[in-house]
């Protein structure tokens, strides 16, 4: 099916199911405990051993050998493949590291051998019998050292974000000159891991030269080919399942080492391998956030009529890397004639930086919302009004363009009444409640609207029963549910009438789990496959498609009423179908929009700072699963709290690696750190996204909340604090007087 005009009034509209608050039907596997993740998958195949992979311990330079002779000898070890044995391997698609094979050393932690042996501890236990030689080289770990030479860059972060390394709209300096108030300030913010619950994990099996991997994994025709193709071997002899991953937020877009290595050591051993990474090897051999240096200048008239603005950012990445695309949202957020973004890319040794949850519009807008407020502190003027001031409803770097739908103002309005912002003091300081210094802000948020390319089955069983097959996957964002929820509303059936098999690369290709596009694409291919399913019943029955109804588990045509399942009384009714998205994008801008709203408490004695309510309100089309998509929200909340106040990656800047790589020196947010979260959605429709006229959710959540703190910061004790995250040593001494 091919989408290039706008959506019309579709069986999606009747609302029968889709757009109702449902539990998750997966809920009560991941609730027993029965759900099978990669590592527990038991049942698939016989007799297997167990990996264990060791990790580079410097961070560039070569390996000159490799003795395995007493780890061969120790209890139960089966095989050890070491990088030495084999040249080094093809990248997988949108690798900046190489994975495994030869001598060269890029980043520390990067994969030199997997030890196979009958138990997890015996194969531990041998690795670190491993003796590796190395040949260190001096490497650059440091980004504040390397920024100042970074030449600008183009990049794409492959979710939305991206562009060329300087772009510029009319004259951004001589307006910003000319401007009567104007702002110019450097932040930065920090490197962030995904620290997912689940680590990355595979079992490999081998039937001759075919290999089937058992895996963690967002993005299944991505991975699927990329293993072929690291492998070296026919695409169709790779089969990869995943039908649930604990988590992933972008490290699981891409495959690595823990696939590569089972398969390597299944192959090894000739029988099934099982591969977890430590979390350490989560946190340096897999990818990360990088870091990032960010400029922002705005020129604005007394009134507040932003007439210049600029965001710069410099990030560091290894050679073949993309920088952190941290402008992005800064291009398309405000009105403002005079325009300059630029992306700076440092050469360093560290471990791959690539995409985290929004990449480049999270932490790009933990810094723009925080200048936004600098800017409305130095004007005079509310912070809220501000931004309205300078809503835009096109392109601003392309007037023609406008946008398909856009309701910022909508979301800071009904923000601001929900929460009670008129009752904010704007001067800082001045709120207390016992010890606590009392503060609210607030910031924008903003995600594009992504679509991608997505195909499904859909099978009708005799019973009246729908099956969707499709290598979509549930990385605990509920896509079983929607897709489900598609499949009912179409077909005319109670959801306990479908059944949903996801992840298996022997499905049906679809768009994966990432970048805000999976929901909103997933589902509009699921919508493609199930018009040709309602046709091919239809002829079935011999009742005429455009005049058939299917609801109540019947169809319907005149005075007729037939079970759906008649239709396959003969054998099963399949059809398959991929919805394709034309240019209808590139005519309209599409985005998603938000506000957050956040109080904080900031201890006066101690300076600790405590989260006390949050709002989040949310446009971003139709909303398909209102209870999945406020957890999706909240989860997003959460994360963007944690990069504001704790979340931080510590660079040994000698050795190149990050120091804290596991989750007692890694902080997240806990439960005790979260108070109650409200998250709102607007009631709007977007019929230029897709048939199922709704956008992504997904990371709008995390987009801005994070200024949104520091915002509430500032106003509780008068402190700004540039350097994210903010922690207790950035407020101590500068602290106003407790008494």
Not at 655 to 663: E, Q, S
Request: with cysteine.
């Amino acid at each position: 099916m091919k989408f290039d005009t706008p959506a019309g009034r579709n069986p999606i509209d009747q609302l029968k199911v889709v757009g109702k608050p449902t539990d998750r039907i997966d809920g009560k596997f991941k609730t027993t405990g029965t759900a099978p993740y990669a590592y527990e998958r038991h049942d698939v195949a016989a007799d297997q051993a167990y990996g264990y992979v060791l990790g580079a311990g410097i961070a560039k330079g070569r390996v000159r050998r490799i003795d395995t002779a007493a780890a061969k000898k120790a209890p139960g070890v089966l095989a050890i493949v070491t990088t030495l044995e084999r040249p080094r391997m093809e990248r997988g698609m949108m690798n900046a590291a190489y994975l495994f094979g030869g001598d060269e050393v890029q980043h520390y932690h990067q994969a030199i051998a997997v030890v196979v042996a009958e138990t997890f501890e015996q194969a531990r236990a041998a690795a670190f019998l491993v003796k590796v030689d190395y040949a260190p080289e001096p490497g650059k770990f440091d980004l504040a050292a390397e920024a100042k030479g970074a030449p600008p860059v183009p990049g794409d972060s492959g979710e939305g974000s991206g562009g060329n390394g300087e772009e510029r709209v009319g004259d951004f300096e001589g307006a910003f000159a000319q401007a009567p108030v104007q702002f110019d300030e450097t932040y930065s913010t920090a490197d962030e891991s995904h620290a997912m619950m689940e680590p990355h994990a595979t079992i490999a099996a081998w039937n001759g030269d075919k290999v089937t991997l058992w895996t963690s994994n967002q993005m299944i025709a991505w991975g699927h080919g990329s293993l072929a193709k690291i492998l070296g071997v026919p695409k169709e002899n790779v089969r990869l399942d995943s039908p649930y991953v604990g988590g992933g937020f972008g490290g699981k877009l891409f495959v690595r080492a823990d696939a590569v290595l089972a398969a390597l050591g299944a192959k090894a051993v000739r029988r099934p391998v099982k591969v977890a990474l430590t979390r350490p090897l989560v946190m340096n051999n897999t990818t990360h956030r990088p870091a990032t240096i960010q400029r922002v200048r705005i020129g604005a008239t007394k009134d507040g009529t932003i007439t210049a603005i600029a965001h710069e950012s410099t990030s560091g990445n290894l050679p073949d890397g993309d920088p952190e695309t941290a402008v992005s949202q800064t291009k398309l957020l405000y009105a403002g004639a005079n325009r300059l973004t630029a992306m700076k890319l440092a050469h360093l040794d560290l471990p791959e930086g690539n995409a985290m949850r929004a990449p480049g519009e999270a932490p790009g807008l933990m810094v723009l919302e925080v200048a936004m407020d600098e800017m409305a502190d130095k004007l005079g003027i509310d912070p809220v009004e501000f931004r309205i001031r300078n809503d835009t409803q096109v392109d601003p770097q392309d007037p023609k363009r406008p946008f398909s739908h856009r309701d910022l103002v909508g979301c800071l309005k009904l923000g601001a009444e929900k929460f009670g912002w008129s009752k904010r003091n704007a001067k800082p300081g001045q709120v207390r409640d016992g010890q606590w210094l009392i503060g609210i802000g607030m910031a924008a948020a903003f995600r594009n609207n992504m679509v991608m390319k997505s195909g499904a089955r859909v099978r009708l069983a005799g019973d009246g029963t729908v099956t969707v097959e499709t290598d979509m996957t549930d990385i605990g964002t509920g896509s079983y549910t929607i897709i489900a929820q598609t499949a009912a509303e179409m077909m005319g059936v109670p959801l306990d009438r479908v059944v949903v098999r996801l992840g298996d690369s022997a499905f049906p290709v679809s768009s994966g789990s990432g970048g805000q596009f999976g929901g909103n694409s997933s589902t509009a291919g699921v919508y493609a496959a199930c018009v040709k399913l309602r046709e091919a019943v239809a002829q079935r029955l011999g009742i005429n498609s455009a005049d058939a109804v299917f609801a109540d588990g019947q169809v319907r045509a005149g005075n007729r009423a037939v079970p759906l399942g008649q239709a396959a009384s003969g054998g099963e009714v399949s059809a398959e179908d991929t919805i394709e998205f034309g240019d209808i994008s590139k005519k309209q801008q599409q985005s998603t929009f938000g506000a957050h709203f956040v109080e904080v408490g900031v201890d006066a004695y101690t300076g600790e700072i405590r989260v006390r309510r949050m709002l989040a309100v949310c446009a971003a089309g139709r909303i398909l699963n209102p209870k999945s998509a406020r957890s999706q929200v909240i989860g997003g909340m959460t994360m963007g709290t944690g990069a504001a106040l704790m979340e931080e990656l510590a660079v040994d800047t000698k050795r190149g690696f990050f120091a804290n790589h596991d989750l007692a020196g890694y902080e997240v947010p806990v439960h005790a750190d979260i108070p109650h979260q409200e998250v709102i959605f607007l009631d709007e429709v977007d019929p230029m996204s897709s048939p199922m006229k709704a956008k992504g959710v997904g990371e709008l959540g995390i987009c801005g909340v994070g200024a949104a703190v520091a915002n509430a910061v500032h106003n509780a004790t008068g402190i700004r604090v540039r350097d994210y995250p903010i922690t207790l040593d950035k407020l101590l001494d500068r602290m106003p007087e407790a008494a």
